[in-house]
Each structure stands twice: as structure tokens, then as C-alpha cells.
């Protein structure tokens, strides 16, 4: 059965940092996609950030966050990272982190679209104060 538990949210000033943390278990799939969604109160979530698994790690980054945001991944450890700097009160929400069950092809990058991905954590609140 496969899990992903989400870490690093809490509270912080606009213009401070958090580093949030998936860690999957029971999921094995090292040429997957795994990716970090963010949904603002009484708005849709969006994909923030995807990561490929493989040995490249393709990232993808929406506009609003590049620059400010670096997703990453462990291997070893089967964890996936999201380091965000200079948040913004926009940025607060719940994120949670997906992966998926097939494998993307070499060169590719992990789409943003939420209906690919099969797998879902309960996700992790972020707030920040302006």
C-alpha cells in the first residue's frame, strides 16, 4: 500500500522561508513522477511543482512560484523535497504532495495535471502573515 506523508508546513512571515518534506512508502517506481499541488482558500488546486524520479530529476515549475521554490528528491530515501523562499501571503494553503503509478519517458517531464497522478498524501498547511 502506498503512503506519502507530508511535513515542514506551519507559520511564517511573508518573506520567510519552509522546506516541506513527502516521504513515500511502499511505493517503488523510479522512473514515476511525484509532484507538490497547492490550494489557496476558495480556490482550485494547482500544481506547484513536479519532479521526475529518475537519475535526471526534470522539474517543472509553475510561473508564480519559480524562482522561489525548489522541489527536489532523496532517493535513497524516497522523499521529495519543496524548499520555499520569499513566500508570499498567496503561497498559504494546504499542499500536498502526489505521485504516479506509471513511468514517464525518458526526457520527459512530469505534466501538471492533477488527473495523472494516482496517489495523494493528506498534505500540510501553510500560512503566511503579511
Given at each position: 500500500?502506498?503512503?506519502?506523508?507530508?511535513?515542514?508546513?506551519?507559520?511564517?512571515?511573508?518573506?520567510?522561508?519552509?522546506?516541506?518534506?513527502?516521504?513515500?512508502?511502499?511505493?517503488?517506481?523510479?522512473?514515476?513522477?511525484?509532484?507538490?499541488?497547492?490550494?489557496?482558500?476558495?480556490?482550485?488546486?494547482?500544481?506547484?511543482?513536479?519532479?521526475?524520479?529518475t537519475?535526471?530529476?526534470?522539474?517543472?515549475?509553475?510561473?508564480?512560484?519559480?524562482?522561489?521554490?525548489?522541489?527536489?528528491?532523496?532517493?535513497a530515501?524516497?522523499?521529495?523535497?519543496?524548499?520555499?523562499?520569499?513566500?508570499?501571503?498567496?503561497?498559504?494553503?494546504?499542499?500536498?504532495?502526489?505521485?504516479?503509478?506509471?513511468?514517464?519517458?525518458?526526457?520527459?517531464?512530469?505534466?501538471?495535471?492533477?488527473?495523472?497522478y494516482?496517489?495523494?498524501?493528506?498534505?500540510?498547511q501553510?500560512?503566511?502573515?503579511?
Open positions: 500500500q502506498v503512503q506519502l506523508v507530508e511535513s515542514g508546513g506551519g507559520s511564517v512571515q511573508a518573506g520567510g522561508s519552509l522546506k516541506l518534506s513527502c516521504a513515500a512508502s511502499g511505493y517503488r517506481n523510479n522512473r514515476g513522477c511525484m509532484g507538490w499541488l497547492h490550494q489557496a482558500p476558495g480556490k482550485e488546486r494547482e500544481a506547484v511543482a513536479t519532479i521526475t524520479l537519475s535526471a530529476g526534470l522539474t517543472y515549475y509553475a510561473d508564480s512560484v519559480k524562482g522561489r521554490f525548489t522541489i527536489s528528491q532523496d532517493r530515501k524516497n522523499t521529495i523535497y519543496l524548499a520555499m523562499n520569499s513566500l508570499e501571503p498567496e503561497d498559504a494553503g494546504m499542499y500536498s504532495c502526489a505521485a504516479t503509478s506509471w513511468a514517464v519517458g525518458a526526457g520527459e517531464y512530469c505534466a501538471p495535471r492533477q488527473d495523472l494516482n496517489y495523494w498524501g493528506q498534505g500540510t501553510v500560512t503566511v502573515s503579511s
